[in-house]
């Protein structure tokens, strides 16, 4: 019989076979999830003989990570700015960047916005992070995808914060009251271009949704129109916080110029290279 130790040796060394990326961390998530464990608790069973039946659990999962589907699909969840949020096909899987973002606007000295949108809201990662850390701020969401909503919607239910969005299906602002406005307006939009998709690991072209990834115009469309639309939606002196592809700022601080947004500033993601980009 095998042992976990094992079973988790042969599993990295198939992982690595097929070019996944970091193969032990992976086997020992599959292994440890297929038999109910935390990484620790794993460790401690190292020397535990495994079952028949047990093996028939962690076989699909490895099968799966071995096709290159993303671990955080198989697994059903990930951990995002201090929330467990459930993952699959209908929305795009949350980025450590993403999670950066949050942090970024949580620690904006003064800052203490009373109504946020978040624009494309996919999983609900930023809205749920941000009425999380904004305990007293309204926060709309939107997403044109009913799936993705639907997802959306779900998290907020397991995470305990249902009650603080209001969920709204629309393409960007298009099914938004004229007369709303809001002082955070939030978006991680589409801005790969196609060429950018095509190139990314099959983790991702083969299994996230193309939607949320690819966007027109090399990445810019909806970007362009996000910022040209906010002026419209904003407070005075609010602020639209975005994700962005890192060749796009030039572009972004000319759009938001014509817009009429005359202050803006480009934010260095934790590898130094222009992510954010902040317009007043």
């Known amino acids: 019989m095998l042992t976990v130790l094992e079973v988790i040796k042969k599993t990295t060394e198939f992982l690595a076979t097929k070019g996944v990326e970091s193969p032990r961390l992976n086997a020992e998530l599959l292994v440890g999830h297929a038999l109910g464990l ?4 794993l460790y401690l069973n190292f020397e535990r003989p495994l079952t028949a039946a ?3 659990q962690i076989r699909p999962l490895v099968r799966r990570r071995g096709q290159r589907e993303p671990v955080q699909y198989i697994l059903g969840e990930t951990d995002f700015a201090g929330l467990k949020l459930k993952v699959d096909r209908r929305a795009l899987i949350p980025r450590p960047e993403t999670e950066y973002l949050v942090e970024l606007l949580a620690t904006r000295p003064g800052f203490a916005p009373a109504a946020i ?8 990662a930023l809205a749920l992070a941000l009425a999380q850390r904004f305990a007293h701020a309204a926060v709309t969401a939107v997403d044109v ?3 993705a909503l639907a997802l959306a919607q779900e998290n907020a239910a397991a995470c305990g914060l249902a009650e603080r969005v209001r969920w709204v299906r629309s393409s960007w602002y298009d099914a938004l009251a004229d007369e709303v406005r809001f002082d955070l307006i939030v978006a991680n939009p589409p801005y790969l271009s196609a060429e950018e998709t095509a190139a990314t690991l099959p983790e991702v072209h083969a299994h996230e949704p193309a939607q949320a990834l690819t966007a027109a115009e090399g990445g810019l469309a909806d970007l362009r129109t996000i910022i040209t639309q906010a002026p419209r939606f904003l407070n005075p002196g609010g602020l639209l916080a975005l994700e962005t592809g890192i060749g796009h700022h030039a572009d972004l601080v000319a759009i938001a110029s014509a817009a009429g947004m005359g202050l803006s500033e480009s934010r260095q993601d934790l590898t130094g290279r222009d992510r954010y980009f902040f317009a007043w």
Not at 117 to 124: A, I, N
């Open 38 to 41: 935390k990484r620790m608790q």
């Open 54 to 56: 047990e093996l028939e």
């Open 117 to 124: 949108l978040d624009l494309g809201t996919g999983s609900g």
């Open 145 to 147: 995808s009913a799936d």
